[in-house]
């Protein structure tokens, strides 16, 4: 494996400015750099093991991957090849966070073989798809270099995307089980104690709109529905453009989903206007051979989703830059639609 000076890209030299030198004079910096070479081996140390706990060989470089939102990815080269390593960190102390993850694992597994555009995943030699490393759950799957989709590009390729996906899962029909909140559940996330001012002054602003939004959506409990095993999470974050395919990536999220709410949440999560939305939908309609309902319980798990992604923000990530920031731009989302939610109902019938 290369120096951890090498792997972070940090150099020593004899110039003006240089850390080793710095660090003679300034105490406080001594310290600092001391902390971050632990932080390296800890690290340097963490991969080896991976590589060895996934039969990946030696590790040879490994370079940190930024822009994950819940959990740290490190792009890691070794004598078989490149490879992603995740080190889970959302929710990973949850009672059921592994049996979540191994239950994706199997749908992600058997999309896979089936040919949906997806990096492959490796597992442990017992099947697993995690490995406990230290205090840490990891995951590992091939490198895959690609780009991320900018926003309002790859529209059908992600509805053709999807209905592959849906084609490859095991279906079943059940009630649609959408848990909805009421304006005393979004009264009470404002008032949460220690939120900044700001926040806590948007989602009090907001509570109203947002139990009516979540009403206005919500099923019947009596309503059955076509769900399939897919990927839970297909928005352009998790994909990657790569070899003039879409790939889909990150399937942690794996499960049983409506397929007519999962389509309406790609839609949304791609489109930057109404008719992107129609778009995305089209594209899926015509591969799937899905008749979409104009209907607004569809809309129904885009809601549930980023309610309960705000949610989690609010409660866990409100001292951050990133949980602020993430709170803020959902709750301003789901505004959006409850202030266009009839005009997304109505391109659903021209299609």
């Known amino acids: 494996m290369n120096d951890a000076t090498e792997i972070t890209g940090a150099a020593s030299s004899d110039k003006p400015g240089d850390p080793e030198r710095e660090a003679h004079r300034n105490p406080e910096t001594r310290l600092c750099m001391s902390r971050t070479s632990t932080k390296l081996v800890q690290v340097e140390t963490m991969m080896a093991k991976a590589a060895e706990?996934?039969?990946?060989?030696?590790?040879e470089t490994m370079i940190r991957v930024e822009g994950g939102l819940s959990n740290d990815m490190w792009r890691v080269a070794?004598?078989?090849?490149?490879y992603a390593v995740k080190v889970m960190r959302a929710h990973a102390d949850a009672a059921d966070f592994r049996g979540n993850v191994e239950a994706a694992f199997k749908i992600e597994k058997n999309a896979f073989r089936a040919g949906i555009a997806c990096p492959e995943p490796r597992p442990t030699p017992e099947g697993h798809a995690l490995l406990r490393v230290d205090d840490s759950w990891l995951r590992v799957h091939r490198w895959c270099e690609g780009s991320s989709p900018s926003p309002g590009d790859h529209l059908e390729d992600a509805g053709?995307?999807?209905?592959?996906?849906?084609?490859?899962?095991?279906?079943?029909?059940?009630?649609?089980?959408?848990?909805?909140r009421e304006a005393r559940t979004w009264d009470a996330l404002a008032e949460l104690p220690g939120l900044p001012g700001p926040l806590s002054?948007?989602?009090?602003?907001a509570a109203p709109e947002l139990a009516r939004l979540c009403a206005a959506t919500a099923a019947s409990s009596r309503l059955v529905t076509e769900y399939a095993d897919s990927h839970g999470d297909l928005d352009p974050k998790n994909t990657l453009f790569a070899s003039g395919r879409l790939l889909a990536v990150d399937w942690d999220a794996a499960g049983l989903r409506s397929i007519v709410q999962e389509a309406v949440c790609l839609a949304l999560d791609w489109a930057e206007d109404v008719e992107g939305f129609r778009r995305v939908l089209t594209a899926y309609a015509d591969s799937s051979g899905t008749a979409l309902p104009t209907e607004a319980w569809a809309f129904g798990g885009w809601v549930a989703a980023l309610s309960g992604w705000l949610t989690y923000?609010?409660?866990q990530r409100a001292d951050t830059d990133l949980g602020l920031r993430e709170a803020s731009e959902t709750c301003a989302r789901l505004l959006s639609l409850h202030r266009a939610l009839d005009?997304?109902?109505?391109?659903?019938?021209?299609?």
């Open 53 to 59: 706990g996934f039969g990946l060989g030696r590790v």
């Open 78 to 82: 070794t004598e078989s090849g490149e």
């Open 160 to 180: 053709v995307l999807l209905a592959k996906i849906h084609r490859a899962g095991e279906k079943s029909a059940r009630a649609l089980d959408d848990q909805t």
């Open 201 to 205: 002054d948007q989602l009090r602003s």
């Open 313 to 315: 923000n609010v409660e």
């Open 343 to 351: 005009e997304h109902v109505s391109a659903l019938s021209n299609l």
